[in-house]
């Protein structure tokens, strides 16, 4: 199970936290993922995290702005999002993988959260 929190309103330019967390089987999940959706885009890979070593990848688009990070001793995911801008906007959900490796879309993932809502005014 996932739990993701830490969205809300912010202007252009700041910052949020994100953070996600996972319980029950939470030894086979591998990466740990964020995904954001709007209703204009089919859900999109922003960042991915292995739980072992911290391997990460990043989306283009946020590269330089997002950090994601792991603390495995709370099975939590967080994402640092600096710089927010308008088209940053959507709700953001956590995933989990059983796959190795650094997977970016959405369907090489197994379990989700319920989605936190990021709004950033212009």
């Known amino acids: 199970q996932l739990q993701a929190s830490g969205g809300g309103l912010v202007q252009a330019g700041g910052s949020l936290r994100l953070s996600c967390v996972a319980s029950g089987r939470t030894d086979s999940m591998l990466p740990m993922a964020w995904f954001r959706q709007t209703p204009r885009k089919e859900r999109e890979f922003v960042a991915t995290?292995?739980?072992?070593?911290?391997?990460?990848a990043y989306a283009d688009s946020v590269k330089g702005r997002f950090t994601i990070s792991r603390d495995n001793d709370v099975n939590t995911v967080y994402l640092r999002m600096n710089s927010l801008k308008p088209e940053d906007t959507g709700v953001y959900y956590c995933?989990?993988?059983?796959?190795?490796?650094?997977?970016?879309?959405?369907?090489?993932?197994?379990?989700w959260g319920q989605g936190t809502l990021v709004t950033v005014s212009s």
């Open positions: 995290i292995t739980w072992s070593d911290g391997r990460i």
């Open positions: 995933a989990a993988s059983l796959l190795l490796g650094l997977p970016t879309d959405y369907q090489q993932y197994d379990y």
